[in-house]
């Protein structure tokens, strides 16, 4: 009795599934071989290298074993890693497989000494997993088994010989159907490999061709998948593709082999794009109905629905004959070549498609070619109730094909369709879903927002660049009334008169003038022909509005007489055997600097200061006064170098800074410290600056067409400014607290777009240098803690700054050159970052960006993946990933815990 008792118990007792962690593969294997239906298998977050794991048990219908990463996509498998499935009931989820390389066999399989089946692999990526050389051959996925889905997941940036994702058949007779399901996964762009062996998707093999597979692949996004012309080859029988989108994709759906597919509501939208595909029909029994073909510009394989000729008593490797295919309800719109008979037609292929059945289709192109092409005959093409209208219909018109205007108009899901009262309607496709964005498929943590791990870092510390702009920030430019305008000191602005003259009589007044003084500049186009220098405080020269008010200057500061103001400023140096120019990073039409000193101040030894405090000790501090700025210098060997920074209080020898202090002031540096006078309070803006247009005189051979300098000018701005033609359109010349907004920067290029020179804490927000410069925005000397945010520039430039500078929601333009042009000691910052290649599909990714031996860059995206090389004392985060930051920019999440800080 007891012992029954015992063994009823222990029958009612259920097994409660066990959760494991691991962190290692060693770990990984032992709990697989522990695993029972039900269990979890946890890979700890981090990165794995070189992980060969291998998941081979048997979970229950209902009670799968799975295998997860700790959090999606904080699993990163790299190196020679890879993943190997066997068994039944087995689920895959979170991992990412990036930036690997294998030597042979697929990242992926389905596979280890036996099958799997009734297994998943879910919410995972495989990302640029690349050998070095691209001949090297294999897959990325490999589908094995029976009944096995992926889904969720990401492919994107397979440059190497192999198609992408594979679905084998086994040997006969143990060639039962496979039934899998590839669904809502997006495969990303992949680049045209140049030969075969570039499909995104095959099912099956030309010699597994007459076996049945039944896989269905829907609800997919296929995004410039340009590795070869068959996007998809299918390649065994009933098959179903349905509810797929094809966005840009340079290829076709080729039902290359085997019988009975479905193609079905489908998308291809080619957003005309040359080599953009539809449908390539060969063989026996297929149904193409209701895909909505859209602006496609591809031609023959790639032909927005072809149909091809078969050999006479084919083999399996080369192209059976078209029988009995429907091609039904389909709509096409601005394709090029729409429908193509006889692709392929020559001496071997001789066999006509047959029994072909093109019934209710409409189509409306406006291009001048034929809306069918047919190299044979189609007398045989069942046509019945098309509706037809282009330029030329290409073949004599048959029954079953009216050419009449189709009545476009806008219908479900953004499509056209025709009108509900026209003759076609009820006629071409009606997709049941939507087309698919990115945000619809692929993994659920792809694309997310992500928090940059660099901010939870206690070791790695970021610049503080909270000090950045003017008033350090934590004010906006003031926007006083004019008090006295050009006009009523004689300029014109009527695009005849020089009004040099004119403008300096307004400035001379603006001069004797207390408080704020705004210079206004009237709607017209100005000609200046002199360097105006703008030396007082508190003064504001403003225009009208960009392109309202045109200041116009057709020579050059070589040209004018301004030479005493370059006394000392030119070596020996030489370019092409001519004296470097002193117009290279130097001057400008409007040139503001404080008003000369008669003699130089009292200068007092600093006893000491430590960096990022706010105070130090000095041995005289009678020769300070508060308020007021100063100048500390200091010698690192025979180096000079300076900063200037605001005084907040004297107690005795104390003084108290706003800005902190940026090194150990230790006698060993010979620290120094006087008053300084800046020009201060002085803002440019709402103008327009055009240059003649002659050619570059070259690099540090400038003839000195120069808009805007600002030289130890502090707590100024430029805004709402447009530059043409210059040599530089911007130098700031150890000036800081300076706010630059809404600058644009034209025309033919020259040496700088924006160039800061020992300058510190400069705010440049929504700049756009559309000139092709050498240096579009540029640092050089003991600058640094600038900010670039929200702009539009091409190479970064930076000449050795002893301090980083930021750049962060900054669009890249990309070329050949790379993107950064930097010495060795450069450090700069990149944050949430985006580099654009004009030409995306001419390049082969990874694209290298170049070598960054120190710095930081947290949150690249690029529309090419892409790839640097990283030094020792550098770092990198986010590379590539699409997802936004939370924290998106580090100016202002820094500016907000300073003032945080501040606030009592």
Known sequence: MIGLVTLILAVAVPVVPDT???????????????????DVIVMANGTWHDADLVFDADGVEGDSITVRAESP????????????????????????????????GHVIAFRTDRMAHHSRVTNCAVTEYNPANWLLQYKWVSLYGTHNRVDHCYFAGKTHDGATFVVWLEDPPNDTPNHHRVDRNHFGPRPDLGKNGGETIRIGTSSRSMQDSYTVVEHNLFERTNGEHEIISNKTGHNTYRHNTFLEAQGAL?????????????????GGKPGTGGVRVIGEDHTVVHNYFFELKGDSSRATLSVMNGIPDSPLNRYFQVKRPTIAQN???????????????????????????????????ESDKPVVTAHVSVDDVMWRGNVFYGTQLGIPEPEGIHWEDPDLVSGAHGMQQPSPSGSASGKGASPSYPPLSPSDVGPSWWGQPWSPKILEDTVQTLADFSYAGYRWGEDSPPDPESTLRVTDYGATGDDMNDDTEAFKRAIQAANTQQGWVVIGIPEGRFHLSQVLFLERDSLILRGSGVGKTVISVERPLGAMDVSADFEGSSDSLTVQGRITSPYSDRGGVFWVRPKPKQEAGSVSSILQGHQGTHVLEVSEPEILSFPGDMRIWWFTGKQQHFQDVTITALDGNTVHTKEPLLVNLTPRLEPQVSMVEHAAEVGIEHLSFEFAEVPYGGHHLEDGYNALYFEDVRHGWIRNIEVSNADAAIILDSASQITLDEVAVHGRGGHYGIHTRDSRHILMENIRVHSNAVHTVGCDGSGGFNVMTAGLIGRIYDAGCIY???????TIQGNSAGIWDLEVRSSPILWNTKVVYPHAEAKRPPVYLGALESGVIVGLSSNVPVRMQIGPSGYQEGINWSGEMTVSSLYLHQLRQRLAEKAP
């Not at 494991?20 to 039900?38: D, I, K, L, M």
């Not at 080729?254 to 080619?270: I, S």
Request: net charge neutral; hydrophobic share 40%.
């Open 331 to 365: 709509t096409f719109i601005g394709t090029e070549v729409s429908i193509f008979f006889g692709l392929g037609a020559d001496g071997e292929k001789t066999l006509l498609p047959e029994d072909v059945l093109f019934r209710d289709n409409v189509l409306f192109i």
């Open 804 to 810: 980083p500078s930021l750049y962060e929601s900054v």
């Open 20 to 38: 494991t962690q691991v962190s290692t593969v060693g770990e990984f294997q032992e709990a697989v071989r522990q695993a029972r239906p039900g």
């Open 254 to 270: 080729t039902l290359r082999h085997g019988n009975h597919a479905v193609v079905r509501e489908n998308w291809f939208l080619g």
């Open 73 to 104: 996509g904080e699993v990163i498998l790299t190196g020679r890693s890879r993943l190997r499935i066997g068994g039944k009931y087995l689920k895959v989820e979170g991992l990412w497989f990036h930036r690997g390389a294998l030597e042979r």
